[in-house]
């Protein structure tokens, strides 16, 4: 079997009298690109925050490469690249400058890292554009850029590519399969048009996972949820051809 960058068993997230994730079992392999799909508030960034230990849960387990994140975070934490909701950086440094920081204190201090994962997300290298004027995409492609810097073995990353026109979502997905080529493991939550990109797709309905399968599998399913994910997957990949 294939080794398991991330297991959970029914992992389970309240607030109070809501259940805003419902017993979720997740089986992540390893070089492999998972897609989390679900609607807003149906439970993607708080599944993502247990995972990371951002949050914690009610009950259920996590583990990662086969640990528990608990006591192991100094060993685990190198290991995984994260971007959770909006990235933060220093407004009034430029975005290399962003890097750099980071990059000393990940202990990856060399500039090619840094020119690098700039490289991979299409933005300038040494630029004098501070983070405070940049777009929302820019701001959302530095946080990728600041996700990939150290090589991680685990990207989590939550919705990266939703300010991203369609060319430069495009080459991202495509250096994600470079990094997968390397054993990197992505689970990733996203926009219904990034689905072709993924291995595998899990399909969440108010926090419990209704579906899995890959693009063609889902499409090919019959089921309440499956037929939800084929009617809007084919309205994305039209709209996708007229881009």
Request: aromatic fraction near 8%; include cysteine.
């Amino acid at each position: 079997m294939e080794d398991m960058v991330i297991q959970t068993s029914q992992l389970t997230k309240k607030y109070g009298d809501q259940t805003t994730v419902n017993q979720v079992n997740l089986h992540v392999k390893r070089g492999r690109i998972y897609g989390l799909l679900g609607r807003n508030g149906a439970g993607k960034t708080t599944i993502m925050k247990m995972i990371l230990g951002l949050t914690s849960a009610t009950s259920g387990s996590v583990e990662l490469f086969g640990s528990t994140l608990s006591g192991n975070e100094k060993l685990l934490y190198p290991r995984i690249g994260a971007m959770i909701e909006a990235p933060g950086f220093y407004p009034n440094l430029t975005g290399t400058e962003n890097l750099e920081i980071f990059a000393r204190l990940r202990g990856t201090a060399s500039n090619h890292a840094v020119k690098h994962a700039l490289e991979i997300v299409g933005l300038p290298y040494q630029d004098k554009k501070t983070f405070g004027k940049y777009s929302l995409g820019m701001k959302q492609r530095l946080g990728i850029a600041n996700a990939i810097l150290h090589d991680p073995e685990l990207l989590i990353l939550d919705e990266p590519t939703s300010a991203l026109d369609a060319v430069a979502e495009s080459k991202v997905y495509q250096e994600y399969y470079e990094l997968t080529k390397q054993k990197t493991s992505i689970f990733i939550s996203h926009r219904l048009s990034s689905t072709k990109f993924c291995d595998r797709i899990i399909l969440l309905s108010n926090g419990r996972i209704v579906e899995e399968g890959t693009h063609e599998q889902l499409l090919a399913r019959k089921g309440k949820y499956a037929g939800m994910y084929t009617i809007q997957a084919s309205y994305y990949q039209e709209g996708d051809r007229d881009a």
